[in-house]
Protein backbone atom coordinates (compact mmCIF):
# COMPACT_ATOMS: atom_id res chain seq x y z
CA UNK A 1 0.00 0.00 0.00
CA UNK A 2 1.65 3.36 -1.16
CA UNK A 3 0.55 6.19 1.02
CA UNK A 4 1.35 9.96 0.66
CA UNK A 5 2.58 12.14 4.30
CA UNK A 6 2.33 15.66 3.76
CA UNK A 7 4.10 17.47 7.01
CA UNK A 8 6.66 20.36 6.95
CA UNK A 9 7.36 19.23 10.64
CA UNK A 10 10.91 17.26 9.93
CA UNK A 11 10.76 15.74 13.13
CA UNK A 12 6.89 14.42 12.80
CA UNK A 13 7.26 13.66 9.07
CA UNK A 14 9.98 11.37 9.68
CA UNK A 15 8.06 9.90 12.85
CA UNK A 16 4.90 8.98 11.20
CA UNK A 17 7.19 8.08 7.49
CA UNK A 18 9.01 5.29 9.74
CA UNK A 19 6.01 4.77 11.27
CA UNK A 20 3.96 3.48 8.46
CA UNK A 21 6.90 1.98 6.82
CA UNK A 22 7.25 -0.51 10.03
CA UNK A 23 3.63 -1.13 9.82
CA UNK A 24 3.87 -2.52 5.62
CA UNK A 25 3.12 1.10 4.11
CA UNK A 26 5.32 2.14 1.59
CA UNK A 27 5.61 5.73 2.23
CA UNK A 28 6.18 9.09 -0.07
CA UNK A 29 6.90 12.19 2.16
CA UNK A 30 6.18 15.86 1.44
CA UNK A 31 7.16 18.88 3.12
CA UNK A 32 5.21 21.94 1.30
CA UNK A 33 1.82 22.56 -0.40
CA UNK A 34 2.46 23.01 -4.26
CA UNK A 35 4.76 19.44 -3.91
CA UNK A 36 1.50 17.57 -2.18
CA UNK A 37 -0.74 19.01 -4.61
CA UNK A 38 1.34 17.87 -7.73
CA UNK A 39 2.08 14.75 -6.15
CA UNK A 40 -1.93 13.79 -5.22
CA UNK A 41 -2.89 14.85 -8.56
CA UNK A 42 -0.33 12.90 -10.49
CA UNK A 43 0.18 9.50 -8.21
CA UNK A 44 -1.59 6.39 -6.98
CA UNK A 45 -1.92 6.76 -3.75
CA UNK A 46 -3.65 4.46 -0.98
CA UNK A 47 -4.09 6.83 1.29
CA UNK A 48 -2.63 10.19 2.73
CA UNK A 49 -1.58 12.21 6.23
CA UNK A 50 -2.03 15.97 5.57
CA UNK A 51 -0.90 18.74 7.62
CA UNK A 52 -2.74 21.60 7.54
CA UNK A 53 0.04 23.84 8.09
CA UNK A 54 2.09 24.09 5.27
CA UNK A 55 4.57 26.19 3.00
CA UNK A 56 2.88 27.47 0.15
CA UNK A 57 -0.15 25.93 -0.50
CA UNK A 58 -2.00 25.09 3.01
CA UNK A 59 -3.55 21.70 3.96
CA UNK A 60 -7.27 22.55 3.25
CA UNK A 61 -6.67 24.12 -0.62
CA UNK A 62 -4.57 21.34 -1.53
CA UNK A 63 -7.38 18.89 -0.51
CA UNK A 64 -10.16 21.18 -2.00
CA UNK A 65 -7.69 21.25 -5.51
CA UNK A 66 -7.60 16.71 -4.88
CA UNK A 67 -11.23 16.81 -4.59
CA UNK A 68 -11.86 19.27 -7.61
CA UNK A 69 -10.02 17.35 -9.53
CA UNK A 70 -11.48 13.67 -8.59
CA UNK A 71 -8.97 12.52 -6.69
CA UNK A 72 -10.71 10.46 -4.33
CA UNK A 73 -7.95 8.76 -2.37
CA UNK A 74 -9.34 8.93 1.53
CA UNK A 75 -7.33 11.85 3.83
CA UNK A 76 -6.60 11.90 7.16
CA UNK A 77 -6.05 15.59 8.23
CA UNK A 78 -3.34 16.11 10.84
CA UNK A 79 -3.55 19.72 12.58
CA UNK A 80 -1.80 21.72 15.69
CA UNK A 81 -5.19 23.34 16.02
CA UNK A 82 -8.31 20.90 17.27
CA UNK A 83 -11.24 23.14 17.56
CA UNK A 84 -14.25 21.38 16.36
CA UNK A 85 -14.76 24.38 13.95
CA UNK A 86 -11.82 23.67 11.66
CA UNK A 87 -12.58 19.83 11.97
CA UNK A 88 -16.10 20.65 10.21
CA UNK A 89 -14.14 22.66 7.85
CA UNK A 90 -11.86 19.69 6.97
CA UNK A 91 -14.12 17.25 6.37
CA UNK A 92 -16.48 19.55 4.49
CA UNK A 93 -13.43 20.23 2.36
CA UNK A 94 -12.93 16.68 1.99
CA UNK A 95 -11.07 15.10 4.91
CA UNK A 96 -12.13 11.58 5.68
CA UNK A 97 -10.32 11.39 9.48
CA UNK A 98 -8.78 14.51 11.49
CA UNK A 99 -6.58 13.66 14.37
CA UNK A 100 -5.37 16.86 16.47
CA UNK A 101 -1.34 17.20 17.77
CA UNK A 102 0.08 15.61 19.44
CA UNK A 103 -0.55 12.43 18.70
CA UNK A 104 -0.41 8.80 19.46
CA UNK A 105 1.62 7.07 16.35
CA UNK A 106 0.02 3.70 16.74
CA UNK A 107 -3.64 5.74 16.81
CA UNK A 108 -2.33 6.83 13.38
CA UNK A 109 -1.21 3.80 11.90
CA UNK A 110 -4.45 2.65 13.31
CA UNK A 111 -6.79 5.42 11.64
CA UNK A 112 -5.19 4.87 8.23
CA UNK A 113 -5.56 1.47 7.79
CA UNK A 114 -9.27 1.38 8.82
CA UNK A 115 -9.55 4.11 6.52
CA UNK A 116 -8.15 1.86 3.41
CA UNK A 117 -10.08 -0.74 5.06
CA UNK A 118 -13.20 1.16 4.24
CA UNK A 119 -11.97 2.47 0.71
CA UNK A 120 -11.15 -0.78 -0.61
CA UNK A 121 -14.98 -2.28 1.21
CA UNK A 122 -13.55 -4.06 4.34
CA UNK A 123 -15.32 -3.51 7.57
CA UNK A 124 -12.59 -4.82 10.24
CA UNK A 125 -8.50 -6.07 10.39
CA UNK A 126 -9.05 -9.55 9.03
CA UNK A 127 -9.74 -9.56 5.24
CA UNK A 128 -11.15 -13.03 4.08
CA UNK A 129 -10.09 -13.94 0.64
CA UNK A 130 -11.33 -17.71 -0.22
CA UNK A 131 -9.22 -20.28 2.12
CA UNK A 132 -6.79 -16.90 2.88
CA UNK A 133 -6.94 -14.63 5.81
CA UNK A 134 -4.81 -11.16 5.42
CA UNK A 135 -4.74 -10.18 9.25
CA UNK A 136 -3.63 -5.95 8.66
CA UNK A 137 -3.14 -5.05 12.30
CA UNK A 138 -0.70 -8.32 13.00
CA UNK A 139 0.51 -8.57 9.20
CA UNK A 140 -0.15 -12.47 9.45
CA UNK A 141 -0.89 -14.15 6.43
CA UNK A 142 -2.83 -17.19 7.00
CA UNK A 143 -3.73 -20.28 4.47
CA UNK A 144 -6.82 -22.24 6.15
CA UNK A 145 -6.33 -21.21 9.75
CA UNK A 146 -2.62 -21.81 9.34
CA UNK A 147 0.21 -18.95 9.45
CA UNK A 148 2.05 -18.15 6.42
CA UNK A 149 5.33 -16.80 6.88
CA UNK A 150 5.66 -14.10 4.12
CA UNK A 151 8.48 -11.97 3.39
CA UNK A 152 7.53 -7.93 3.77
CA UNK A 153 7.46 -7.47 -0.24
CA UNK A 154 5.22 -10.57 -0.30
CA UNK A 155 3.13 -9.76 2.50
CA UNK A 156 2.95 -5.78 0.69
CA UNK A 157 2.08 -7.82 -2.38
CA UNK A 158 -1.06 -9.92 -1.02
CA UNK A 159 -2.15 -7.55 1.10
CA UNK A 160 -2.65 -5.35 -1.66
CA UNK A 161 -4.32 -7.24 -4.15
CA UNK A 162 -6.80 -8.55 -1.09
CA UNK A 163 -8.04 -4.55 -0.70
CA UNK A 164 -8.72 -4.71 -4.11
CA UNK A 165 -11.94 -6.40 -4.37
CA UNK A 166 -11.76 -8.63 -6.78
CA UNK A 167 -10.25 -6.45 -9.20
CA UNK A 168 -7.42 -8.33 -11.44
CA UNK A 169 -4.08 -5.54 -10.90
CA UNK A 170 -2.09 -4.22 -13.36
CA UNK A 171 1.66 -5.10 -13.00
CA UNK A 172 2.55 -1.11 -13.28
CA UNK A 173 -0.24 -0.49 -10.50
CA UNK A 174 1.64 -3.24 -8.43
CA UNK A 175 4.61 -1.98 -9.32
CA UNK A 176 3.91 1.59 -7.93
CA UNK A 177 2.59 0.25 -4.95
CA UNK A 178 5.00 -2.51 -3.65
CA UNK A 179 8.16 -0.24 -5.00
CA UNK A 180 7.23 3.29 -6.16
CA UNK A 181 7.64 5.40 -9.06
CA UNK A 182 11.73 5.89 -8.90
CA UNK A 183 12.38 2.58 -7.86
CA UNK A 184 9.64 0.58 -9.99
CA UNK A 185 10.59 -3.36 -10.32
CA UNK A 186 9.98 -4.40 -14.29
CA UNK A 187 7.34 -7.22 -14.69
CA UNK A 188 9.85 -10.01 -14.51
CA UNK A 189 10.55 -9.05 -11.02
CA UNK A 190 6.90 -8.58 -10.18
CA UNK A 191 6.48 -11.98 -11.75
CA UNK A 192 9.14 -14.03 -9.80
CA UNK A 193 7.83 -12.47 -6.52
CA UNK A 194 3.91 -13.51 -7.50
CA UNK A 195 5.29 -16.73 -8.40
CA UNK A 196 7.27 -17.12 -4.49
CA UNK A 197 3.94 -16.04 -2.60
CA UNK A 198 2.04 -18.71 -4.86
CA UNK A 199 4.19 -21.92 -3.66
CA UNK A 200 3.06 -20.33 0.04
CA UNK A 201 -0.56 -20.33 -0.66
CA UNK A 202 -1.05 -22.43 -3.60
CA UNK A 203 -0.93 -21.95 -6.85
CA UNK A 204 -4.47 -20.64 -7.20
CA UNK A 205 -4.94 -18.38 -4.96
CA UNK A 206 -4.17 -15.69 -7.47
CA UNK A 207 -5.04 -15.91 -11.27
CA UNK A 208 -3.26 -14.37 -14.39
CA UNK A 209 -5.80 -12.54 -16.10
CA UNK A 210 -3.87 -12.19 -19.45
CA UNK A 211 -3.86 -8.34 -20.50
CA UNK A 212 -5.35 -6.95 -17.12
CA UNK A 213 -3.01 -8.14 -14.40
CA UNK A 214 -3.30 -10.11 -11.25
CA UNK A 215 -6.33 -11.17 -9.30
CA UNK A 216 -6.06 -12.92 -6.10
CA UNK A 217 -8.76 -15.21 -5.62
CA UNK A 218 -7.89 -17.26 -2.62
CA UNK A 219 -7.88 -20.70 -3.80
CA UNK A 220 -10.90 -23.52 -3.72
CA UNK A 221 -12.64 -23.33 -0.01
Given at each position: ????????????????????????????????????????DTEDYAACVLDLGLPGLDGLTVLRKWRGAG???????????????????????????????????????????????????????????????????????????????????????????????????????????????????????????????????????????????????????
Amino acid sequence: MRVLVVEDDRAIGGDVERGLASAGFLVDRIEDGEGAWFAGDTEDYAACVLDLGLPGLDGLTVLRKWRGAGRGFPVLILSARGDWTEKVEGIEAGADDYLAKPFQLAELIARVRALVRRAGGHANSRLEVGRLVIDTSRMRLLVEGSEVRTSPLEFRLVNYLAHQAGRAVSVGEIGEHLYGVDDSADANAIEALVMRLRRKIGADAIETRRGFGYLLTGGAG
